[in-house]
């Protein structure tokens, strides 16, 4: 049968909960929702679940008797909400306010229904608060004894509906509680114990909570009064509905049960009444069932309350939660904290771009079914912000913040739902919700498409986190011979994979533009010289290798200066491999064997094989054919042979912040845990690792062709170390990407204040992580110009910044302060040019809070 069902004070707590009962048979039923209040968002949820709302007041004799004469039933739930719970609290405007809507209101409705129509009503169980001894399973035909003005108006209407001759049935509430958006319920005591316990706060237990109480849950009394409307033979009854009860103390260890950082403490005093409890014997009778628990609803009421996602990234990517994945596919869900009035759906060819807009006001949400996606975005509150990209897959949820410029590249057919909140039309665009931002090109667009990498190179998992971005950046070591010259730019930043624990970056550049002609000679440097000396010296002891026998391959060879020390030492058989033509041709000058090339798998065969050491330091780093360059190295090995590999240790980069090694030409960053997963792909084995102090911390591993080989302490020592500091979680990586922001912040700020105080500022020193870090900061008319040591370098400029580099005669004044950029050489730059000037700053000290 269709009824027409009228809810009286649909918007309150329990009503809510009602209203959404009923929205799964609005179709079926005429339901009509009336309130005193007019809450939109609610208001515009009922009306979308197609129940009528209409805003009036039970005291209307007119309104009331126009919806209500053909009513079939009536949950009446109209009532002052805000009622005073003690003698002391109670005023008597208040309570004739109470009394007025109670009785007069109800009155209306008794007047306007019909004799057949349904009345049900909650009273509560407060109607036995006059009770003064404890007593437990009061049944429905106790006589009541009210004493406040709310539970005298409940009793009154009890007698009132009673004395009707109408068809009603009265619920006799236990304390009801649960969660609910309303936050009027929050006084509710199993309600405010989840609300302090989640947020760890003290619960205090009054007389040790010794104190019983009748409690029912929401829902279940939402049920209940459905089900007295469904089932018509209940007539002109009263049921006392109630679920548990319970000790106030044993509410407060159900919240400790579910959050242990929360404090019970108890006090002694004595309270006069103990309380009572209600029987629901006759409510069970009639088939009704309890569906909810306490200890489920505080855990729900605990859980929601108390996440705090305080998200302060201008844009995140979320996987889904709760994840199920069985033989028909995968579900994910994602829990938006807004409502959401409008869906998009939106398809998007491959190699298309979308967007390039912000939005002044709402929070962007895309959720992608289908597809891949390139995001860039900018944030536009702070003009200095980098662009940032990323990569989000099929499933994946992307948030940004408001007011900050966003697009999309599309690297395969896509498919994507925008959940919005308010309007979305093509129409306003430029005015509230969309605004137009073009910050990425064509050409950018192609550049991307051509350059991302989208698989982890060592391992080849699809799902890579972004650890750092460092904004788009000039190759670092490509100097610019003219300052207007033109420049490639590339996002810089790194990303983390969570199956292997290789950092790497997100573009590959074309190696040919990178190492073909390259200025960076290792020779130069004195303590690389050395350092190599020293390790040439220890290889031929440890490694027993022979003058006369022995072959030793040097990979990235540079100018030699790793096989310097092995020909000066009489060393016949060495070889350099090196792709830079100017480095390999100065080499072969110096009589150090050396072929010009990458070591691939096409040049392989013109290199002799059968090397006893193949030695590569600071190339591994720079690989982005990892697989092809491991295997290639394992061939020219001989059986017995052993390859050291010195790389950047990842390690010193995350504890150090030494986020200007990251620049084009390294790729990969390595620890020994990723090296080590690395290795075992292929049939060989690191069996001793040392750590290095060149480049601000190096790593060196030894590794031999066979699996067998007896695997070091020091190996497994380091894996340990690592382990410990948390390398292989990613939140290691994201606080070391807060980090490398602050000490953006900090270095603006300081070179301002130096700025101010010198009216010349000289770099020293040009070197690959003087790029990044400039480029970075965005330090560039600060600085006047740079010197350098390296010849090579004189008369350019570093890209990006366009900071023209000099020779040291240029500076002429004891007085400019020089900032030393090539840091690592800090100590020995300072003790030989100390007749350049008087004060010498360290880039390093630039980045502290307190310069
Ligand atoms: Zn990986």
Redesign the pocket.
């Known amino acids: 049968m269709r009824k027409k069902i009228i809810i009286t004070g649909g918007l309150g707590y329990i009503g809510t909960e009602l209203c959404k009962i009923y929205s799964g048979v609005s179709w079926h039923h005429h339901i009509i929702v009336l309130d005193n209040r007019f809450i939109s968002e609610r208001v515009n949820q009922i009306r979308n679940w197609n129940m009528e709302f209409i805003h009036g007041d039970i005291l209307d004799k007119d309104l009331v008797n126009k919806y209500f004469k053909n009513a079939d039933v009536v949950h009446h739930l109209a009532g002052v909400t805000s009622v005073p719970r003690t003698k002391s609290e109670s005023s008597k405007e208040q309570d004739d306010k109470i009394k007025l809507v109670a009785e007069e209101g109800t009155q209306n409705i008794l007047n306007a229904i019909s004799n057949e129509c349904k009345l049900i009503f909650p009273s509560t169980h407060v109607v036995y608060e006059g009770i003064s001894e404890v007593r437990k399973d009061i049944k429905e035909d106790e006589a009541t004894q009210p004493v406040l003005s709310y539970s005298s108006s409940k009793a009154a209407n009890e007698k009132q509906l009673r004395d009707s001759g109408k068809n009603y049935v009265i619920l006799r509430l236990g304390s009801v509680y649960g969660y609910s958006n309303d936050t009027m319920r929050i006084d509710i005591m199993p309600n405010l114990f989840s609300k302090i316990a989640s947020q760890n706060g003290t619960l205090k237990l009054f007389a040790a909570g010794r104190q019983i109480k009748s409690m029912v849950p929401l829902v279940d009394v939402a049920r209940c009064f459905k089900f007295i409307e469904e089932s018509d033979h209940i007539k002109s009854e009263l049921f006392n509905i109630t679920k548990d009860t319970l000790t106030v103390k044993e509410v407060a260890q159900i919240c400790k049960k579910h959050n242990p950082k929360i404090q019970l403490r108890e006090t002694n005093d004595e309270i006069p009444n103990l309380g009572f409890s209600l029987s629901n014997k006759k409510i069970l009778k009639t088939g009704f069932k309890f569906l909810y628990n306490i200890d489920q609803n505080i855990k729900e009421m605990i859980d929601k309350w108390s996440k705090q996602n305080l998200i302060k990234d201008l844009e995140h990517v979320r996987d889904g939660e709760n994840i199920f994945v069985d033989r028909r596919g995968k579900i994910s869900n994602h829990e938006l904290t807004e409502p959401i009035n409008l869906i998009g759906l939106i398809d998007s060819k491959r190699g298309t771009i979308r967007a390039n807009h912000y939005h002044p006001q709402q929070e962007q949400k895309c959720l992608f079914t289908k597809g891949q996606i390139i995001e860039i975005f900018q944030d536009l509150i702070n003009p200095e912000a980098p662009k940032v990209t990323q990569v989000v897959n099929a499933g994946q949820l992307s948030v940004i913040k408001p007011n900050v410029a966003h697009t999309m590249v599309f690297t395969k057919d896509t498919t994507f739902l925008n959940l919005v909140r308010g309007e979305r039309d093509h129409e306003n665009y430029g005015i509230t919700h969309t605004v137009k931002h073009v910050f990425v090109d064509e050409k950018e667009k192609n550049l991307l498409l051509s350059c991302y990498k989208f698989n ?6 699809t799902d890579l986190k972004r650890v750092v971005s460092l904004g788009y950046q000039p190759l670092a070591n490509n100097l610019l011979n003219k300052q207007n010259d033109k420049c490639e730019l590339y996002p810089l930043e790194v990303n983390y ?1 969570e ?4 950092c790497q970056l997100s573009v590959s550049v074309d190696p040919k533009k990178m190492f073909s002609n390259y200025l960076y000679t290792s020779s130069t440097s004195r303590v690389f010289r050395e350092h190599f000396i020293k390790a040439s010296k220890k290889y031929i002891k440890d490694l027993k290798l022979n003058k006369k026998k022995s072959y030793i391959i040097d990979i990235g060879s540079n100018d030699g200066v790793a096989l310097k020390p092995f020909l000066d030492q009489g060393f016949k058989k060495i070889l350099g491999i090196e792709p830079a033509k100017n480095l390999a041709k100065l080499a072969n000058k110096n009589k150090i064997k050396t072929f010009n090339g990458f070591l691939d798998n096409k040049n392989i065969k013109k290199i002799r094989k059968g090397a006893d050491l193949i030695l590569a330091s600071n190339v591994f780093a720079h690989s982005d054919k990892l697989q092809e360059m491991a295997e290639c190295m394992l061939k020219l090995l001989n059986k017995r042979g052993t390859i050291i590999i010195e790389v950047q240790y990842l390690m010193n980069t995350l504890k150090d912040l030494t986020f200007d090694n990251i620049y084009h030409e390294h790729y990969n960053y390595w620890s020994l845990t ?1 090296l080590n ?1 690395f290795f075992k792909k292929f049939d060989s084995t690191i069996f001793r690792a040392e750590k290095v102090d060149t480049h601000g911390g190096s790593i060196r591993v030894y590794i031999k062709k066979d699996k067998k080989t007896k695997i070091e302490n020091s190996v497994k020592q380091i894996l340990k170390e690592e382990e410990k500091f948390g390398i292989k979680k990613f939140e290691t990586y994201k606080k070391f990407g807060e980090r490398v922001y602050k000490v953006r912040e900090n270095v603006r700020k300081n070179i301002e204040k130096l700025k101010k105080n010198s009216k010349t500022i000289v770099g020293y020193g040009a070197p690959a992580k003087a790029t990044t870090a400039l480029n970075f900061f965005g330090i560039s008319k600060e600085i006047d110009f740079i010197v350098e040591d390296n010849k090579l370098k004189h008369n350019k400029f570093i890209p990006g910044v366009k900071i023209p580099i000099k020779e040291k005669s240029q500076i002429k004044n004891k007085k400019n302060t020089i900032v030393v950029l090539a840091w690592n050489f800090y100590k020995d730059i300072i003790e030989n040019n100390s007749e350049l000037s008087e004060n010498f700053i360290n880039i390093k000290d630039l980045e502290s809070n307190n310069l």
Do not use: I, L, Q
């Open positions: 982890c190179r060592s391992c080849g998992n994979c199956n292997c624990h290789n990723s997963n």
